[in-house]
């Protein structure tokens, strides 16, 4: 089987889920996912406090050669474990995720444009571009929901490091682009203009 590999970035909050969970139920084929945010490196050695206050926005919280090496394989038409990672303590599960090959893979994260060595394994790269007030008002109560945090916590660390890393790093990987979707759309109309991307490869 050779697998067509799809990378959606864009900043945080700004609908790479929705358009992965929108092309997943409608792609014709076998899809499988992976998020980059899955491979942020393992915190457990830290107090939780300490956990806390890391930059996980920045390139280096996130294990870029682990994460090669498993895609390479998934390219290679090898099932991988990916591992599960809990944001709630910053730390990875005992358990891993298993991924096999399938018609499309998609990889999403908000960083996953900022490494050639991830671009070089793309078949179509995406960005979803969202306004920075959509994007922060989606990522609070997705915080508080999903990832244990408290409202003050989460806008502590928009205005610590979500925006300043978005400036620096996440941001300018949309040179690398191949589609930029927008974010504030319609997900399944985004959906189907990748879906086009996509059939335009064959």
């Avoid at 682990?66 to 358990?95: A, W």
């Avoid at 508080?144 to 610590?160: D, F, K, N, P």
């Amino acid at each position: 089987m050779r697998s067509k590999f799809l990378g959606i970035a864009g900043g945080s909050c700004s609908g790479k889920t929705t358009l992965v969970n929108a092309l997943a139920k409608t792609y014709f084929g076998s899809v499988s996912t992976v998020a980059f945010d899955s491979y942020y490196r393992d915190q457990g050695n830290k107090s939780l406090h300490d956990r806390t206050l890391v930059n996980y926005d920045h390139p280096d919280s996130l294990d870029v050669e682990l994460f090669v090496s498993d895609m390479q394989n998934l390219r290679d038409g090898k099932t991988v474990q990916c591992p599960i990672y809990d944001f709630s303590t910053h730390t990875r599960s005992s358990e891993t995720q298993i991924v096999e090959p399938t018609d499309l893979v998609i990889l999403d994260g908000i960083l996953l444009l900022a490494f050639s060595a991830i671009t070089d394994l793309l078949d179509l790269c995406v960005f979803v571009e969202a306004s920075e007030s959509t994007r922060f008002r989606r990522r609070i109560p997705r915080d508080v929901e999903e990832r244990g945090r408290t409202e003050s916590q989460s806008l502590e660390q928009l205005q610590r490091t979500v925006q300043p890393m978005h400036q620096k790093f996440v941001g300018p990987s949309i040179q690398y682009a191949d589609l930029i979707i927008d974010g504030e759309l319609n997900p399944k109309l985004s959906a189907e203009k990748v879906r086009s991307a996509l059939a335009a490869l064959n």
